[in-house]
């Protein structure tokens, strides 16, 4: 079985950063390209980012590019989202993907931007 389970997350200040990792088993992670998606109190799920198989290639949504930075060890088969500059808007559950596939999600991990 496909397992994804995400962590790092907890309350930052405006201006503040936090490093999101998630665990991957059950599948061969290095075999699928992966994402970060995020789902904010009251909103429906919204794509964050995605990164290619080998670490490369890496993609993100308007609102986070050049704040955000997906990264990737197959050998640990971890993915990482390193979030700076974090705003309120950034609030939400973080869950990690296979591939762009929301359904595959695990346990998310909570990211609250609040002074």
């Known amino acids: 079985d496909v397992q994804l389970q995400a962590s790092g997350g907890g309350l930052v200040q405006p201006g503040g950063s936090l490093r999101l990792s998630c665990a991957a088993s059950g599948f061969t992670f290095s075999d699928y390209t992966m994402s970060w998606f995020r789902q904010a109190p009251g909103e429906g799920p919204k794509w964050v980012s995605s990164?290619?198989?080998?670490?490369?290639?890496?993609i993100y949504a308007d609102s986070v590019k050049g704040r955000f930075t997906t990264s990737r060890d197959n050998a640990k088969n971890s993915l990482y989202l390193q979030m700076d500059s974090l705003k309120p808007e950034d609030t939400a559950v973080y869950y990690c993907?296979?591939?762009?596939?929301?359904?595959?999600r695990g346990q998310g991990t909570e990211v609250t931007v609040s002074s």
């Open positions: 993907t296979k591939q762009s596939d929301y359904g595959s």
């Open positions: 990164i290619g198989k080998a670490g490369g290639g890496a």
